[in-house]
Protein backbone atom coordinates (compact mmCIF):
# COMPACT_ATOMS: atom_id res chain seq x y z
CA UNK A 1 0.00 0.00 0.00
CA UNK A 2 1.63 3.63 -0.84
CA UNK A 3 0.65 6.82 1.48
CA UNK A 4 1.60 9.85 -0.07
CA UNK A 5 2.55 12.85 1.95
CA UNK A 6 -1.04 14.45 1.68
CA UNK A 7 -2.53 10.77 3.05
CA UNK A 8 0.18 11.24 5.91
CA UNK A 9 -0.22 14.51 7.24
CA UNK A 10 -3.72 13.53 7.52
CA UNK A 11 -3.47 10.72 9.76
CA UNK A 12 -1.06 12.64 11.59
CA UNK A 13 -3.40 15.42 12.00
CA UNK A 14 -6.56 12.98 13.25
CA UNK A 15 -3.21 11.41 15.60
CA UNK A 16 -1.91 14.37 16.60
CA UNK A 17 -4.65 16.97 17.74
CA UNK A 18 -6.71 14.24 20.23
CA UNK A 19 -3.24 13.11 21.26
CA UNK A 20 -2.46 16.53 22.33
CA UNK A 21 -5.58 16.90 24.52
CA UNK A 22 -6.00 13.65 26.05
CA UNK A 23 -1.96 14.69 26.79
CA UNK A 24 -2.94 18.26 28.17
CA UNK A 25 -5.71 15.96 30.48
CA UNK A 26 -2.91 13.42 32.08
CA UNK A 27 -0.96 16.32 33.06
CA UNK A 28 -3.21 17.83 35.44
CA UNK A 29 -5.97 15.14 35.80
CA UNK A 30 -6.24 13.55 39.49
CA UNK A 31 -5.92 9.77 39.68
CA UNK A 32 -5.36 9.19 36.14
CA UNK A 33 -2.39 11.69 35.69
CA UNK A 34 -1.28 11.12 39.42
CA UNK A 35 2.37 11.77 39.41
CA UNK A 36 2.87 8.60 41.32
CA UNK A 37 2.03 6.87 38.07
CA UNK A 38 5.44 6.15 35.61
CA UNK A 39 6.08 7.87 33.23
CA UNK A 40 5.78 5.93 30.70
CA UNK A 41 2.38 4.19 31.92
CA UNK A 42 1.01 7.61 31.61
CA UNK A 43 2.48 8.32 27.95
CA UNK A 44 0.86 4.87 27.45
CA UNK A 45 -2.45 5.87 28.52
CA UNK A 46 -2.69 8.74 26.39
CA UNK A 47 -1.65 6.80 23.65
CA UNK A 48 -4.57 4.27 24.50
CA UNK A 49 -7.40 7.08 24.94
CA UNK A 50 -6.18 8.85 21.99
CA UNK A 51 -6.49 5.75 19.60
CA UNK A 52 -9.80 4.97 21.13
CA UNK A 53 -11.10 8.20 20.72
CA UNK A 54 -9.63 8.99 17.26
CA UNK A 55 -12.66 7.71 15.07
CA UNK A 56 -14.81 10.44 17.36
CA UNK A 57 -12.61 13.06 16.30
CA UNK A 58 -13.58 15.70 13.49
CA UNK A 59 -11.21 16.19 10.32
CA UNK A 60 -8.30 18.80 9.78
CA UNK A 61 -10.87 20.93 8.36
CA UNK A 62 -8.45 21.80 5.93
CA UNK A 63 -5.31 23.10 8.85
CA UNK A 64 -2.28 22.03 7.62
CA UNK A 65 -0.35 20.38 10.26
CA UNK A 66 3.08 20.83 9.48
CA UNK A 67 2.49 25.04 9.77
CA UNK A 68 2.12 27.67 12.25
CA UNK A 69 -1.70 26.86 12.59
CA UNK A 70 -1.32 23.08 13.27
CA UNK A 71 1.13 24.15 15.65
CA UNK A 72 -1.10 26.74 17.27
CA UNK A 73 -4.20 23.65 17.13
CA UNK A 74 -1.95 21.83 19.02
CA UNK A 75 -0.85 24.13 21.61
CA UNK A 76 -4.81 24.94 22.37
CA UNK A 77 -6.04 21.10 22.80
CA UNK A 78 -2.85 20.86 25.24
CA UNK A 79 -4.90 24.36 27.06
CA UNK A 80 -8.38 22.63 26.77
CA UNK A 81 -7.31 19.25 28.22
CA UNK A 82 -4.84 20.72 31.47
CA UNK A 83 -7.88 23.16 32.21
CA UNK A 84 -10.30 20.07 32.01
CA UNK A 85 -8.08 18.40 34.31
CA UNK A 86 -7.19 21.34 36.57
CA UNK A 87 -10.63 21.86 37.36
CA UNK A 88 -11.37 18.70 38.70
CA UNK A 89 -7.53 18.88 40.47
CA UNK A 90 -9.60 21.75 42.38
CA UNK A 91 -11.68 19.45 43.75
CA UNK A 92 -9.13 17.14 45.17
CA UNK A 93 -7.47 19.92 46.57
CA UNK A 94 -10.01 20.78 48.30
CA UNK A 95 -9.95 18.18 50.59
CA UNK A 96 -6.04 18.48 50.68
CA UNK A 97 -6.57 21.70 52.31
CA UNK A 98 -9.11 21.00 54.18
CA UNK A 99 -6.28 18.76 56.00
CA UNK A 100 -3.91 21.17 56.65
CA UNK A 101 -6.63 23.47 58.22
CA UNK A 102 -7.40 20.81 60.42
CA UNK A 103 -3.52 19.57 61.56
CA UNK A 104 -2.82 23.60 61.82
CA UNK A 105 -5.60 23.47 64.58
CA UNK A 106 -4.11 20.62 65.90
CA UNK A 107 -0.64 21.51 66.19
CA UNK A 108 0.28 18.39 63.82
CA UNK A 109 1.32 20.78 61.57
CA UNK A 110 4.67 19.41 61.27
CA UNK A 111 3.14 16.00 60.35
CA UNK A 112 3.98 15.45 56.49
CA UNK A 113 4.30 12.11 54.53
CA UNK A 114 5.11 11.90 50.71
CA UNK A 115 1.57 12.54 48.35
CA UNK A 116 1.62 9.85 46.05
CA UNK A 117 -1.34 11.70 44.59
CA UNK A 118 0.79 14.99 44.33
CA UNK A 119 4.29 13.75 44.12
CA UNK A 120 5.39 16.51 47.02
CA UNK A 121 4.53 16.24 51.42
CA UNK A 122 1.33 16.87 52.44
CA UNK A 123 0.02 17.15 55.73
CA UNK A 124 -0.93 13.15 56.93
CA UNK A 125 -4.69 14.33 57.75
CA UNK A 126 -4.92 15.64 54.04
CA UNK A 127 -3.50 12.96 52.67
CA UNK A 128 -6.00 10.98 54.57
CA UNK A 129 -8.75 12.79 53.01
CA UNK A 130 -7.17 12.93 49.18
CA UNK A 131 -7.05 8.79 49.94
CA UNK A 132 -10.45 8.68 50.68
CA UNK A 133 -11.76 10.81 47.87
CA UNK A 134 -9.52 9.13 45.20
CA UNK A 135 -11.53 6.11 46.71
CA UNK A 136 -15.06 7.63 46.15
CA UNK A 137 -14.16 8.78 42.61
CA UNK A 138 -13.64 5.37 41.63
CA UNK A 139 -16.52 3.89 43.19
CA UNK A 140 -18.85 6.47 41.62
CA UNK A 141 -16.78 5.87 38.33
CA UNK A 142 -15.62 9.11 37.84
CA UNK A 143 -12.89 8.26 36.45
CA UNK A 144 -15.27 6.52 33.63
CA UNK A 145 -16.81 9.86 33.40
CA UNK A 146 -14.27 11.78 32.60
CA UNK A 147 -13.12 9.37 29.72
CA UNK A 148 -17.05 9.66 28.51
CA UNK A 149 -16.50 13.71 28.94
CA UNK A 150 -13.47 13.80 26.74
CA UNK A 151 -15.56 11.62 23.85
CA UNK A 152 -17.93 13.41 23.69
CA UNK A 153 -16.53 16.80 23.76
CA UNK A 154 -13.96 15.04 20.69
CA UNK A 155 -17.07 14.29 19.08
CA UNK A 156 -18.25 18.36 19.16
CA UNK A 157 -14.33 19.72 18.85
CA UNK A 158 -13.57 22.06 16.09
CA UNK A 159 -9.77 22.07 15.16
CA UNK A 160 -9.85 25.14 14.04
CA UNK A 161 -11.79 26.76 17.23
CA UNK A 162 -10.19 29.77 18.85
CA UNK A 163 -8.30 29.67 21.77
CA UNK A 164 -10.12 29.15 25.26
CA UNK A 165 -11.15 32.61 26.11
CA UNK A 166 -11.46 34.75 29.79
CA UNK A 167 -15.11 33.76 29.67
CA UNK A 168 -13.71 30.16 29.87
CA UNK A 169 -10.66 31.45 32.14
CA UNK A 170 -13.11 33.46 34.43
CA UNK A 171 -15.57 30.22 34.77
CA UNK A 172 -12.16 28.17 35.99
CA UNK A 173 -11.50 30.86 38.58
CA UNK A 174 -14.63 30.86 39.70
CA UNK A 175 -14.64 27.53 40.57
CA UNK A 176 -11.38 28.18 42.56
CA UNK A 177 -13.69 29.45 45.12
CA UNK A 178 -15.19 26.04 45.82
CA UNK A 179 -11.59 24.89 47.17
CA UNK A 180 -12.26 27.10 50.21
CA UNK A 181 -15.71 26.28 50.70
CA UNK A 182 -15.45 22.59 50.49
CA UNK A 183 -12.42 22.35 52.41
CA UNK A 184 -14.58 24.28 55.23
CA UNK A 185 -17.84 22.05 54.34
CA UNK A 186 -15.26 18.83 55.00
CA UNK A 187 -12.82 20.60 58.24
CA UNK A 188 -15.70 22.42 60.35
CA UNK A 189 -16.79 19.70 62.53
CA UNK A 190 -12.96 19.53 64.07
CA UNK A 191 -11.97 23.45 63.51
CA UNK A 192 -15.65 23.30 65.50
CA UNK A 193 -14.26 21.39 68.71
CA UNK A 194 -10.95 22.95 68.40
CA UNK A 195 -12.38 26.09 68.31
CA UNK A 196 -14.79 25.08 71.90
CA UNK A 197 -11.38 24.06 73.44
CA UNK A 198 -9.70 27.12 72.72
CA UNK A 199 -12.60 28.86 74.00
CA UNK A 200 -11.97 27.09 77.13
CA UNK A 201 -8.12 27.24 77.62
CA UNK A 202 -9.04 30.52 77.66
CA UNK A 203 -11.07 31.01 80.47
CA UNK A 204 -9.03 28.39 82.28
CA UNK A 205 -6.04 30.74 81.78
CA UNK A 206 -7.89 33.50 83.28
CA UNK A 207 -9.17 31.69 86.29
CA UNK A 208 -5.75 29.97 87.16
CA UNK A 209 -2.70 31.94 85.69
CA UNK A 210 -0.41 29.71 87.50
CA UNK A 211 -1.50 26.47 85.33
CA UNK A 212 0.62 25.14 82.96
CA UNK A 213 -2.11 24.65 79.85
CA UNK A 214 0.45 23.94 77.17
CA UNK A 215 1.05 20.27 78.46
CA UNK A 216 -2.61 20.22 79.64
CA UNK A 217 -4.00 22.15 75.90
CA UNK A 218 -1.95 20.28 73.67
CA UNK A 219 -3.11 16.34 74.20
CA UNK A 220 -6.65 17.40 74.76
CA UNK A 221 -6.59 19.61 71.16
CA UNK A 222 -5.39 16.57 69.29
CA UNK A 223 -7.85 14.40 71.47
CA UNK A 224 -10.81 16.94 70.19
CA UNK A 225 -9.62 17.13 66.76
CA UNK A 226 -9.07 13.38 66.13
CA UNK A 227 -12.88 13.39 67.33
CA UNK A 228 -13.97 16.27 65.41
CA UNK A 229 -12.60 14.27 62.11
CA UNK A 230 -14.19 11.26 63.28
CA UNK A 231 -17.82 12.56 63.30
CA UNK A 232 -16.47 14.82 60.31
CA UNK A 233 -15.93 11.47 58.16
CA UNK A 234 -20.02 11.19 58.19
CA UNK A 235 -19.69 14.03 55.88
CA UNK A 236 -17.36 13.70 53.64
CA UNK A 237 -18.59 11.74 50.77
CA UNK A 238 -21.54 14.26 50.63
CA UNK A 239 -19.30 17.01 50.50
CA UNK A 240 -16.94 15.33 48.30
CA UNK A 241 -19.68 14.71 45.41
CA UNK A 242 -21.19 17.91 45.83
CA UNK A 243 -17.41 19.36 44.34
CA UNK A 244 -17.58 16.32 41.80
CA UNK A 245 -20.54 17.31 40.66
CA UNK A 246 -19.52 21.26 40.44
CA UNK A 247 -15.93 19.84 38.95
CA UNK A 248 -17.78 18.14 36.21
CA UNK A 249 -20.14 20.26 35.26
CA UNK A 250 -17.31 22.94 34.52
CA UNK A 251 -15.28 20.16 32.71
CA UNK A 252 -18.22 19.53 30.31
CA UNK A 253 -18.17 23.41 29.61
CA UNK A 254 -14.25 23.13 29.05
CA UNK A 255 -14.65 20.53 27.19
CA UNK A 256 -17.57 21.28 24.71
CA UNK A 257 -19.54 18.73 25.54
Known amino acids: MNLDVTQLQ ?23 GAS ?34 GFATVLQQVVVGA ?48 LLATLIFLALDGH ?16 AAPMPGGAH ?7 GAHLFSGAVMVALPALAALLIADAGFGVISRAAPAMNLFSIGFPISIALGFVGVWIGLVTLPGAFATLRRAAFALVRVLAGA
Open 169 to 175: LWQLLQF
Open 36 to 69: ALPVRVRAGLAVILTLVLMPLAPKSGGVDVMSLN
Open 83 to 130: AMGFALALAFAALTFAGSLVTNAMGLSFAQVASPLDGHDAPALGELYA
Open 10 to 32: AFLAAFLWPFARVSGLLLTAPVL
Open 144 to 159: LELISLLATGMRHASW
